[in-house]
């Protein structure tokens, strides 16, 4: 099982840039019998196509999509663990620990553009992390 970081799935739906859009929509359909998508990929998906100004019937359109995919809904503990692991680094945002706890606790793997965080977050967890 993988775990893809929101902007894996927000390249594969909105094309901003074609190499990364081309590469995300590769790496999702390749693994589509073997993901997990978690509430908080939904809602961070949700704010960046408000904040994208997405039309809302092409919105409707991703989100029916993706509430018909098997959801992990994270825990307050999920959320605990995410602020323990914030508290052994500098500058780095809860919401990208918390993709690491649920990506841990659920599959083993996360995939993810975000180099700048995550190389950091790799040095603390032993989760597979492929940066972009």
Known sequence: MIYFDTDVWIHSLICQDEGKHKQACKIINTHKDGFIISTLNLQEIIFVLGKLEVDKTIANKILNYLFKLEVIEHSA??????????????????????????????CGSLTTYNKKDFKKIAKLTDLKITIL
């Open 77 to 106: 503990k999920d959320v605990k663990d995410a602020w323990d692991l914030v508290q052994h680094m500098k500058f780095v945002n809860i919401n990208d620990c918390l993709h690491t706890i649920i990506a841990m606790r659920h």
